[in-house]
């Protein structure tokens, strides 16, 4: 007799689709892209067929930058791409020739974006199905968009649902953070496997914001967190069980370690932020240029301009003044440059002085040491845990002390110094973080490979990813 039940399928056997959320929807930071690009590659290997869905609101640009990703418009819709071959055309020629070709359309997409970060524009509220959460005030934001809501509709259909990387989960990105858990609400409600991998959580003060992510955190299969500093025990104080937090380190760290040159470079690397979450002011500006130069023309070393962002060009305004004057700077890349080609600039240099984040992640990752500025405590928080994360290797330099002159010198000069000796420890961390976090993408893949009958157990499963060592 045959049986009643359908016949399992194993995760090669089924069409599986992997969505993303992206956090950085305009890529425009090539730390974010960094993630991305490690992410898609993990994916791509472990299912060569899978379709992998990036939630995004440049879909020409991501084609350019990653061929294998399937762009998702987070609106309007967001339904899963169609191919066509006109579509494949900017990942032929990639991004540094698609992307010059783009810029119109994407200097239009960034004002928009501008706007519509500013002040979302309020959407129609659905009535709540018996599925959905008590804690969700807004029952539209955990809807479809083709229900009246505003998640992308390509949700539903997910074999996986995954938050990459990023620091957006914290004060100084709210209108992100909220995003992304209406999307993991969504994705756990309707048992959709959902995790978060490489994120950097915090700091998180606003009072909506806790509420949110104590109503979805707990909820999700596992978040890995790039730091043990600071993120578990935030995630601990928002309901998430300790057997569901992972330590992991950054997702860029890999791809930053695989560019490494075999010596130490003999450039100095520099990167200023000025941003609204990391004030600085133009006479500080003017004194870091001063002694990041002074320091150069002691040493001998080029100065070597490492942008990362390139939203509203914010890095290459910032930085590219510091080195005004001085005989031997580096060409800067072009806008649309590859995270790759970022990384191995940054392997030509023997120390790196950054407000960026990122810009740490690929020299700590390839053995050099790093100089941190910051005048925020979102960014001592990153430094920080980035610095527990690789052991040594990194100086936080606070931009805002009185005797900053003497600070930055003295670390600039220190790091120079301990280069050689700094090189084999932070490799070695390096390799660390990178075995930690390809387990826990494992860890994620195994949620979808489980048998397709087994019934889900979100929120009682116990799940033990490994966690980076110490």
Known sequence: MASSEAPSMSADQRELRILLENGEYWLSNKGDLAILDITIRRIAQRWPSARIGVLTSRPSLLRAFEPDAEPVNYLPGGEWSKWNRLGRVPGFFGPTVAGPVLRVSVAAMTRIERLVRTAAAPVRAVKPSASESSNTKNPARVALSRDGGRLPNAVADASLVIAIGGGYLADVDKFQTMRTLDLLEYAVMHRIPAVMLGQGIGPIHDPDLIERAAAVLPKVDFIAVREDRRGPDLLRSLGVRSEHIVVTGDDAVELAYSTRRQELGTDIGVCLRVADYAPVGASVQDTVGRIVRGVAAETGAMLVPLIVSEHDSEDRRSTLPLLTGFPAVARPLGRFAPARAVAREVGRCRIVVTGAYHVAVFALSQGIPVVALSTSSYYDDKFGGLGSMFGSGIDVVRLDREDVDDLLTRAM??????????????????????????????????????????????????????????
């Open 413 to 470: 000069r220190n790091a120079w110094d301990a280069a050689h000796e700094a090189r084999s420890v932070l490799l070695a961390r390096a390799v660390e973080q990178i075995d930690a976090s390809r387990l826990a993408f494992a860890r994620a893949a195994e949620l979808v490979e489980r048998d397709a009958t087994a019934p889900r157990e979100t929120n009682h499963r116990r799940i033990e990813p490994p966690t980076f060592p110490k």
